[in-house]
């Protein structure tokens, strides 16, 4: 396979945890992660792979309101 170019989006620390991640699990190590102008280089079989484990954020739960307690004087 090709090496691809994956862009580092808006958080590129967590998309170098990901391709750090699956060339771990393909490889054993994470010498096919490399670096180019705002893109990491891969082989694409990994940004397969990273793109596979990467899920969307779950959404928040709305926030809770207590009721205030009365306090006694």
Do not use: C, W
Not at 6 to 16: I, Q, S, Y
Not at 52 to 61: I, L, N, Q, V, Y
């Amino acid at each position: 396979m090709s090496d691809v170019e994956v862009p580092f989006g808006d958080k590129p620390a967590e998309t170098a945890t990901l391709l750090l991640a699956a060339a771990m699990e393909k490889y054993g190590n994470t010498s096919a992660v490399r670096t180019g102008d705002n893109v990491f280089v891969v082989p694409e079989e990994i940004a397969k792979a990273a793109e596979a484990k990467e899920e969307p954020e779950p959404p928040k739960p709305p926030a809770k309101k207590t009721a205030k307690k009365a306090s006694k004087k």
